[in-house]
């Protein structure tokens, strides 16, 4: 038998198993590092905030402009171009800063969005981000627009 039975083939039975163990630890490793890089990223809200003004920049300096020689009431209607900006359509228009709602939660007890302001903003500087809910700016984003959370 020895003559048709090549022993090189053969392999030990708890090889599969060790492999299959190998590959499991490998893509559970690879999962958490996917997650870890995604959870532990710095600058996440800033990123989304640049984007979202970059995507809205034309429309959201003419509003400041309309802003700047008083068109705009106290609570004044979104333009087209900045409807899909602000879903929740939360937008005033106050004596030193005019805030456009990003994001609320779903009790409309918290919320973030960007800020335009006459002058740059202190940090004693507070503006109402939803009905319960007060945010500081975080940081300019571009033409006196500001982020704010």
């Known amino acids: 038998m020895s003559f048709f039975w090549d022993s090189s083939f053969e392999t030990a039975p708890d090889t599969g198993r060790r ?4 590959i499991a630890l490998a893509v559970v490793a690879l999962a958490a590092a996917v997650v870890a890089a995604v959870i532990l990223r710095p600058g996440t809200s800033g990123d989304y905030a640049d984007h979202r003004y970059r995507e809205h920049r034309a429309a959201l300096a003419a509003l400041a402009a309309d802003y700047r020689a008083g068109r705009l009431p106290a609570e004044p209607e979104l333009p087209a171009g900045l409807r899909s900006l602000c879903p929740s ?17 779903w009790r409309a007890e918290s919320g973030n969005g960007l800020a335009y302001f006459l002058e740059p903003p202190t940090d004693q500087t507070v503006i109402p981000t939803a009905d319960g809910d007060r945010g500081r700016p975080q940081r300019e984003v571009g033409d006196g627009w500001w982020w704010v959370d």
């Open 19 to 22: 492999r299959s163990r190998i």
């Open 89 to 105: 359509g939360f937008v005033y228009a106050g004596p030193t800063a005019l805030f456009v709602q990003l994001w609320q939660d």
